[in-house]
């Protein structure tokens, strides 16, 4: 019964991040028109988009192997098998035992190796480059990204996000100085890690700059729309880490109607933010080359360390 | 039978000896010899590995006595004490599948007339690595020490027409036998103050006192250091492992090394008393520069098998970090903290003979199909060699420390280990643990993108040469071996509770560990607690994604109402798709190199040959050395001094008989007057 349980709140929370990770795109890109004084897409074109790509003729090189179909649905499978890692309105993940925040960033690491993997499966330079690209970066980010969790996990005197959720709760006020400089060092490696500008620009095919995008280049139809849900998902879930980490105040201690939806606006209200700052970082910045990336990331490992610093030293 | 039921150790030393004898004696006929001699060594195997067995599930150690010479004095006991049983299960997990691979790999790489010499070779190898771990006196563990080091020697040389081969064997054999010079130094440093050769008297912890102590942790670190190939002592491995035919570099380094780290427990870490907190933390310090500059190198690489080398010091470094981890927390008496750190430090050695072993296999299929060992010359293999490309890729996630297999377990419970350090040890000393830990991520990203590459640019794509378009799938033989390995990493990784609960056996057994703690979390889970509460069950990870896959099978599927999948050419950006278009090694590993100068200091050549205009070059030349730092900054000054003292000492070698006499004359007056005098 409860193992029934278990297992019906790890697909409800699943399909519910990849039902609005969608829309988090969507707003984001929404916003950056309206800075740029452009209408922009409809709030809603993510989803018709994958509708769209989901509809059409599956094509693949003739070069590619069953590496190149594993790719995507493993990226696809890592990021939603991750998502029931995380607490997102209840101050539990629904497979909190499965493994910590450790587990999650094994995961998404499986998705990466899968993909970068399957890039280099076509024969096209480009899957090459961009899986160098991509590799090179999340190894950079990992550090700082270690970093930031161990400041965590020390505060609260846990790995699993659920007991970091409650053991704040618990605090009530939980806020540290400290906090301010691990989540600005966490919100870099989320910028690296989800391609955003100043690392990767989404929106770009521009070969010289791609790194994502090159990656993912050879993919058409269902295979991309698989990618790109993903690559939605695994954004969401950045930012749902860094609320759980810092921010979790108003989260549902209990499963009963009121608190949770409660928990859902407060969700949704923090989410809405972060994709506010996105959305400016990206608009008031430039993308850095791609060997002044290691700058950038090197600041957060500063960041991290400050953090630890001031906590514990 | 005839040994007791669960001391199989002489019988099995007994096979070996037999085995070696009946090779050489049908040394004649290459294909029986090759088949007497590996799988002769694979039931040798089977018994120490029954032992090894009884030892762990029991924690009984068994001994025995394995010769006496009645006119000295000498006798030479053997105890398998749980420390002993892990590293010969870490043997057995290797050796059985590498012995039944040789048996069809050899004959397509060594000519006949050499199969008797590298198959008694190989079970003098094995049962001198058995001795070394058995060993329970000074005498018996350095005659092992001896002879395990020449065996690889010859085996390292065994294509000694070769000068690589040659350089490497005599490169391995000065190192080693350095290290054995610091090892003896200690040793008998010890026995003299403990006035006994046996390990049961000289590793009490109270024989020596303390500057002498460091002294002996100083020299034991670097004997068995250099076998572990830990940095800075590490320069002979990238040499020697890749010579050797693969399947022995399988064995070198998923198992020889593991002699050099069972030293370092039995010695460094449990052998001489308490451990002082800076020994904990030197040993954490060269483990997190191992493992970074091991992977980074390895990235480097453009040869498959020198690349595999240098991961293995990677590891070594790791499974150092979690040994020096647990040695501070000893030193600062939170021993129920050790027990983490050194259990996934064991952890680690045996996973990483499992995954090693399995790569270096997988890579001998690949070099023998192709005939060379040069990434750029693979590609597209995948469908030339399907088998083999699945099971390269499952030891790439294994290495890469991605759930659920091995790999990831023990990362999983070494950073816990640091994690825990930080919470255990007082003062600005802790700030080496996050750091360690943030090192140990990076290490374990840069690996996974290191085997995204060996595996993508050799597996993946076009054919980059025409040796890679004719290569054929290897014969059963060899790949049943490595589909063992294969579900070993799997398994390992599943069942971490339960390899943890028998880790329990062997941190138990050893000084200053608390045996009450436990990581264990039913069989399929580990956790730590209470101080930080975390928990890892991998098996529930591996069938969430499974899930999520059907998942998004489904979904793919709802949508595409039973469409065929149209096939077309990939795009070669405007011109043809061409091997020489696809991404290569060398490109692939280059942001990283770029980012990473400080370290590789590479040296670059960017040669443009053009006719009409350097606009549009005809050929373009590119060529990428990276600098060999420890070979041209520590190790060539290093010989050039000694070859220096020795030019300064040739002139006491004058060649005159009369002058030797001198000498002796003179020698004798001195001891006359220094024994006179006492």
Redesign the interface.
Same mark, same amino acid.
């Given at each position: 019964m409860e193992q029934a349980l278990v297992i019906a709140a790890a697909l409800l929370q699943g399909l519910g991040m990849l039902a609005v990770a969608p829309l988090l795109r969507g707003l984001i890109k929404k916003m950056k028109a309206a800075l740029q004084t452009r209408q922009g897409p409809p709030l809603l074109q993510v989803y018709y988009d994958l509708a769209k790509l989901l509809r059409k003729e599956p094509v693949r090189s003739e070069t590619a192997s069953w590496v190149y179909v594993a790719g995507p649905r493993l990226y696809f499978a890592a990021g939603l098998a991750a998502t029931t890692l995380v607490p997102v309105l209840v101050a539990a993940a629904p497979l909190e035992t499965a493994g910590g925040v450790i587990g999650l960033v094994g995961i998404l690491a499986l998705g990466r190796f899968a993909l970068a993997t399957a890039a280099l499966d076509t024969g096209s330079p480009f899957g090459g480059m961009g899986g160098s690209r991509e590799m090179t970066i999340a190894a950079l980010a990992e550090p700082a990204l270690m970093l930031g969790l161990f400041t965590a996990a020390l505060a609260s005197g846990s790995l699993n996000l659920g007991a970091v959720v409650r053991h704040s709760l618990e605090l009530g006020n939980s806020f540290h100085p400290s906090d301010v400089f691990a989540l600005a060092g966490l919100f870099v490696v989320l910028i690296a890690e989800t391609g955003r500008i100043p690392v990767d620009n989404p929106a770009t095919h521009l070969e010289l700059t791609m790194i994502h995008e090159a990656m993912v280049l050879e993919y058409a139809g269902p295979d991309l729309a698989l990618v790109e849900w993903a690559s939605a998902v695994k954004e969401l879930l950045y930012i749902t880490l860094l609320i759980d980490l810092f921010i979790p105040v108003g989260i549902a201690s209990a499963i009963a109607p009121g608190p949770l939806a409660v928990a859902a606006g407060a969700w949704a209200a923090k989410v809405f933010v972060f994709a506010v700052v996105i959305t400016l970082v990206e608009s008031t910045n430039a993308k850095l080359r791609l060997f002044r990336v290691p700058e950038l990331v090197a600041v957060a490992l500063g960041l991290g360390f400050l953090a630890l610093a001031i906590r514990f030293l | 039978m005839f040994v007791p039921a669960e001391d199989f150790v002489l019988f099995a030393l007994g096979v070996h000896g037999i085995v070696i004898a009946a090779t050489l004696v049908l040394a004649r006929r290459p294909s029986a010899c090759g088949a007497v001699a590996f799988l002769g060594a694979a039931v040798a195997v089977v018994f120490t590995t029954a032992t090894a067995t009884a030892v762990l599930t029991s924690s009984a150690p068994v001994g025995g006595i394995l010769f006496t010479h009645a006119a000295s004095g000498v006798v030479l006991d053997y105890l398998v004490t749980p420390l002993s049983a892990w590293f010969l299960v870490i043997v057995g997990v290797v050796s059985i599948p590498v012995a039944v691979y040789s048996i069809g790999y050899l004959p397509h790489t060594v000519p006949p007339s050499r199969i008797a010499a590298v198959g008694a070779t190989f079970n003098v190898l094995l049962a001198t690595v058995e001795l070394v771990l058995v060993a329970n006196n000074v005498i018996g563990f350095l005659f092992a020490w001896e002879l395990m080091t020449l065996a690889t020697a010859a085996l390292v040389a065994t294509e000694h027409e070769a000068g690589v081969s040659r350089r490497a064997a005599y490169l391995y054999l000065v190192m080693s036998h350095v290290g054995t010079g610091a090892l003896v130094a200690g040793f008998f440093t010890l026995s003299s103050f403990a006035r006994s050769l046996s390990f049961a008297d000289i590793f009490t912890g109270a024989v020596v006192s303390d500057p002498l102590r460091h002294i002996l942790f100083v020299l034991f670190l670097g004997g068995f250091g250099v076998k572990a190939g830990i940095v800075p002592f590490h320069v002979w491995l990238p040499e020697a492992h890749p010579a050797a035919p693969s399947s022995i570099s399988a064995l070198m380094s998923a198992v020889l090394i593991k002699a050099g780290v069972y030293g370092l427990f039995r010695v460094c870490a449990f052998g001489l008393g308490t451990p002082h907190m800076n020994w904990g933390l030197l040993c954490m310090g060269l483990g997190a520069l191992s493992a970074i500059l091991g992977v980074l190198y390895a990235l480097a690489q453009r040869d498959v098998k020198r690349l595999l080398a240098y991961s293995t010091i990677e590891n070594s470094g790791i499974i150092l970090l979690g040994l020096g981890a647990g040695m501070v927390m000893i030193a600062n008496g939170q021993n129920s903290f050790a027990v983490v750190a050194v259990a996934a430090s064991l952890y680690h050695a045996l996973n990483h003979a499992a995954f090693k072993g399995l790569l270096f296999l997988g890579a001998g299929g690949v070099v023998m199909a192709t005939g060379t060992r040069r990434i750029e010359e693979f590609g597209?293999l995948?469908?030339r060699m399907p088998f083999s490309a699945f099971l390269f890729?499952i030891g790439? #996630?294994a290495i &890469?420390?991605? $759930?659920p297999f091995n790999g %990831?377990a023990s990362e999983?419970l070494t950073?816990?280990a640091l994690?825990l350090g930080?919470?255990s040890v007082p003062g600005?000393v802790r700030?080496n643990f996050?750091v360690a830990? +943030?090192?140990?991520?990076?290490t &374990? +990203?840069?690996a996974?993108?290191c085997f995204?590459?060996a %595996?993508?640019?050799t %597996?993946? @794509?076009?054919p980059r040469s025409r040796a890679a378009v004719e290569a054929h799938e290897i014969p059963n033989l060899m790949l049943l071996p490595q589909a063992f390995l294969a579900s070993v990493c799997l398994a390992l990784g599943l069942v971490p509770g339960l390899v943890l609960s028998v880790a329990g056996a062997v941190t138990a057994s050893l000084p200053g560990l608390s045996s009450s703690a436990s990581v264990a979390?039913g069989g399929l889970?580990l956790r730590t607690? $209470?101080?930080?509460?975390?928990?890892?069950?991998?098996s @529930? #990870?591996g069938l =969430?994604?499974? +899930? @999520?896959?059907a998942? +998004?099978?489904a979904?793919?599927g709802v949508?595409?109402l039973g469409?065929i999948?149209?096939?077309? $050419?990939?795009?070669?950006?405007g011109g043809a #798709?061409t $091997?020489v278009?696809?991404? =290569?090694g060398t490109? %692939? &590993?280059?942001?990283?190199l770029?980012?990473f100068r400080a370290v590789y200091r590479p040296t670059r050549e960017v040669e443009a040959l053009a006719e009409v205009s350097p606009y549009f070059p005809q050929e373009v030349r590119y060529r990428v050395e990276i600098e060999a730092t420890f070979e041209r900054y520590l190790y060539r000054p290093l010989t050039r001094a000694v070859i220096e003292v020795a030019e300064r000492m040739k002139v006491l070698q004058a060649g005159s008989l009369h002058a030797y006499l001198g000498y002796v004359l003179v020698l004798g007056l001195i001891l006359l007057i220094w024994l006179g005098g006492r």
């Open positions: - | 597209g995948v469908r890729v790439a #996630l &890469s420390s991605i $759930p %990831f999983w950073l816990q994690l930080f919470e600005l700030v996050p830990g +943030a090192l140990l991520a990076l &374990s +990203a840069l996974a993108a995204v590459k %595996f993508g640019i %597996f993946l @794509a076009l979390l889970g607690g $209470p101080d930080i509460a975390a928990t890892v069950i991998p @529930a #990870l =969430t994604v499974l +899930a @999520a896959v998942i +998004a099978v979904v793919v949508f595409r469409r999948v149209r096939r077309v $050419p990939t795009w070669g950006c #798709l $091997p278009t696809e991404y =290569t490109a %692939f &590993s280059k942001p990283l770029m980012i």
